[in-house]
């Protein structure tokens, strides 16, 4: 176990009055996925367990509480447009709809979104004043979708890249990652930083999922930018193996050559074994592998310095505890809470052991196109 570090934690019960359910799943009239009316999958429940779950196993207690702020709208013009923001503050103000391509807005949450961005930014600054080492973001709306002119994917305002130009702008860093492993492709992020050779944008996702255009191995950046984007997309199936090989074979030698001074996390608990947005098979082993990982590159190129903004995950009993796993490595604490999943059961699960021939190909894919950019053993 490493040392527990000074870990902060942004939340702010304004996150859950950013209601997405008037227009259950906007890609269809029908309520989906399900025959049964169901809520809208990214429902304030989410963040609001994963708090409770904070506070009953008591790991609430060794993480530092940094205030939420409120983004500008300057911090969001870095990506978006007078427009845009316009487009959802009026949408907004006639009591809700659509802020693009399925991203349901409610009376109220053009100011949550707000929120949701500032607390991303607070979090960054909270680590570049040294008042903690790493720090969690526990905001909603998500981010890793919204495009400059239009949300997507239940992402209203672009989160992870208004708080990297904060990065850039405000604390004068040359060098940020952005990993995002969110099992959808963080598009947003990916066009935000496509010609910019200093913030680095990695994605782990399932392949030609959502949205299907975007996380193509041979999108890899333009002009200076070149290089720096570097898709992982995955079959649908992969597991703890499958995601281990991709942060040992590329994530870790792409990210010690770039040498970034932050590393922010899209965390997105989406790619879990029980998650009904996707079709991934990662446990809270895998999230345990993936966030030390993280850290262990955090501590050799950036003295530590991580930051992780929540963006999906739809598992109502089981993301929480992904996102509780992910909190037990950053603290270097266990809990003693037992996965949930059958243990037995898990490790029968191939995905859990084996990097299976369709996986290999897709990583071999991968290191092969990043040859010509990285250097990849
Ligand atoms: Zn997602």
Same mark, same amino acid.
């Given at each position: 176990m490493p040392k527990e570090k000074s870990t902060g934690l942004v939340f702010d019960? *304004?996150?859950?009055?950013?209601?997405?359910?008037?227009? *259950?799943? +906007?890609?269809?009239?029908?309520?989906? +996925?399900?025959?049964e009316p169901v809520d809208h999958p990214s429902n304030p429940r989410l963040v609001e367990r994963t708090m409770k779950l904070l506070g009953m196993t008591g790991l609430q207690d060794s993480l530092i509480r940094i205030p939420g702020q409120r983004a500008t709208e300057d911090d969001l013009l870095v990506y978006h447009t007078e427009w845009y923001l316009e487009h959802v503050r009026s949408i907004c103000a006639s009591g809700g709809g659509d802020a693009?391509?399925?991203a349901p807005v409610s009376v109220d949450s053009y100011e949550v979104a707000m929120h949701s961005a500032g607390g991303v930014k607070s979090a960054v600054d909270a680590v570049m004043a040294n008042q903690v080492q790493q720090c969690y973001a526990l905001v909603r709306p998500p981010g890793h979708h919204a495009m400059a002119e239009k949300g997507m994917g239940f992402c209203v305002f672009a989160n992870v890249v208004a708080a990297a130009h904060d990065a850039r702008n405000s604390h004068g860093l040359e060098r940020v990652l952005i990993l995002d492993w969110d099992v959808h492709h963080g598009n947003g992020t990916q066009d935000a930083f496509y010609? /910019?050779?200093?913030v680095m944008f990695i994605s782990v996702h399932q392949d030609r999922w959502f949205p299907p255009e975007f996380g193509w191995v041979d999108q890899s950046g333009t002009g200076d930018g070149t290089g720096y984007t570097v898709n992982i997309p995955l079959p649908g199936g992969s597991g703890n193996a499958a995601y281990t090989a991709a942060f040992d074979e590329i994530v870790t030698p792409v990210v010690e050559q770039f040498n970034p001074e932050l590393i922010i996390i899209s965390a997105?608990? /989406?790619?879990?074994?029980? /998650? +009904?947005l996707a079709r991934m098979v990662v446990t809270t082993s895998g999230f345990r592998m993936m966030t030390r990982t993280m850290q262990a590159l955090a501590d050799r190129v950036c003295d530590g310095k991580l930051v992780l903004a929540q963006e999906g995950g739809y598992s109502e009993p089981y993301a929480p505890y992904c996102t509780l796993a992910i909190f037990e490595a950053l603290l270097g604490q266990?809990?003693?809470?037992?996965?949930?999943? /059958?243990p037995d059961r898990i490790l029968q699960w191939p995905a859990i052991s084996e990097v299976s021939g369709d996986q290999r190909a897709a990583l071999d894919r991968v290191r092969a196109h990043q040859a010509q950019f990285w250097t990849l053993d």
């Open positions: 019960d *304004r996150y859950l009055q950013h209601n997405s359910n008037p227009l *259950r799943l +906007p890609m269809s009239k029908q309520p989906l +996925p399900f025959v693009g391509t399925g010609a /910019d050779p200093h997105g608990q /989406d790619a879990s074994a029980q /998650d +009904p266990e809990t003693g809470i037992e996965e949930p999943l /059958d």
